[in-house]
């Protein structure tokens, strides 16, 4: 069984240009979160989904940020516009059922840097 | 409002010494608790958690933490450091049955020496 998988692991993108970040969740887990950490920061959450339901979206930004969990295929968290802020490591992680005695499980990241 | 703080940024250690790190939270329930490392570069691993019972709780790599309720701690202990130790340790916390949201403290780096 495959753990979580984001892609690209780095990607690089100019200033004004658009992001797309890639998580495959672990077979048979229906829950992705989505974090950021900043440099030097620890892991701030971003967004909790489940397939084609937002249901937490509380730490995203209010403008540029969105995210999918479509119904087949990865979740993909999306950042318009990117500007040198946005530059951080996204993580994802999966959980196969909601709260009580489960654990997330977290991906590599993908690394993005704003140029 | 719920927070997790680790007041050590960075610490350095013998190898072979032993090793305390320290995580102290803030949360209106019963947290779930957890301990995860991340090696640079790369994501994080999973150490150890706390969800109930035992307040001492044994984790991967030789690592172990104690629930404190009365203190709202959550410290890790490892008897004897490795090199292969020298990394950043997060310690977090959750415990809603709705999400399994979790909020992390900034970290601790952890430095070891021969």
């Known amino acids: 069984n495959a753990g979580v998988m984001q892609n690209p692991r780095h990607l690089v993108r100019r200033r004004g240009q658009e992001a797309r970040l890639r998580c495959s969740p672990m077979?048979?887990?229906?829950?992705v979160y989505w974090y950021r950490q900043l440099p030097e920061e620890g892991l701030k959450f971003m967004v909790y989904l489940q397939k084609e339901n937002i249901i937490d979206e509380s730490g995203m930004p209010k403008e540029r940020f969105s995210a999918e969990f479509p119904k087949e295929g990865p979740s993909i968290l999306r950042i318009q516009q990117v500007v040198r802020g946005d530059s951080a490591a996204y993580f994802c992680?999966?959980?196969?059922?909601?709260?009580?005695?489960?654990?997330?499980?977290f991906g590599q990241g993908t690394r993005l840097t704003v140029v | 409002a719920q927070s997790v703080t680790q007041p050590d940024i960075h610490i350095t250690v013998s190898e072979g010494a032993s090793l305390e790190l320290r995580c102290n939270y803030s949360y209106g329930a019963t947290p779930y608790l957890f301990w995860y490392v991340q090696s640079p570069g790369q994501g994080l691993q999973l150490l150890l958690k706390?969800?109930?019972?035992?307040?001492l709780v044994q984790g991967i790599k030789g690592f172990e933490a104690e629930f404190k309720r009365s203190q709202s701690s959550f410290n890790l202990r490892k008897p004897s450091v490795h090199w292969s130790d020298a990394a950043e340790y997060f310690c977090?916390?959750?415990?809603?049955?709705?999400?399994?949201?979790?909020?992390f403290g900034t970290g601790t780096r952890l430095q070891v020496f021969p």
């Open positions: 077979k048979g887990h229906s829950h």
């Open positions: 977090a916390v959750g415990g809603s049955y709705n999400t399994d949201k979790l909020i």
């Open positions: 992680a999966s959980s196969p059922t909601l709260g009580g005695d489960t654990e997330a499980f």
């Open positions: 706390y969800f109930s019972g035992d307040t």
